[in-house]
């Protein structure tokens, strides 16, 4: 049993850079990266069109592709790009989680 609706420690302020990382909290897989300002970004680590790990994707120009198929994934996990398409899917989007640094 996990504790829901607390703070956990993730990693030290170097582990995470912009490069996605993979993490599992509670049971729930979660990928982190930093935007160019530095600031900290926390997704859920699946893309919702094939279940693709995120964390197996790159940055780019601060939001988040798929290592599959290229949605690109704004930090409030609503999807910004579908390669191929005029138009997306209002519904295209990942949970985004509460981040905030302390102590460096």
Same mark, same amino acid.
Do not use: K, M, W, Y
């Given at each position: 049993m996990f504790l829901k609706n607390q703070w956990y420690a993730v990693a030290w302020d170097s582990d995470i850079g912009g490069k996605p990382v993979g993490r599992t909290i509670c049971g729930e897989k979660i990928v982190f990266y930093r935007k160019r300002d530095r600031s900290l970004v926390? #997704?859920?680590?699946?893309?919702?069109?094939?279940?693709?790990? #995120?964390?197996?994707?790159?940055?780019h120009e601060d939001r988040l592709v798929c290592g599959y198929h290229g949605l690109t994934f704004a930090d409030s996990g609503q999807c910004v790009h579908m390669p191929s398409q005029d138009t997306i899917n209002p519904n295209a989007h990942i949970r985004a989680y509460p981040v905030i640094e302390r102590y460096r």
């Open positions: 926390a #997704l859920e680590d699946c893309c919702p069109h094939r279940l693709f790990p #995120l964390s197996q994707g790159f940055v």
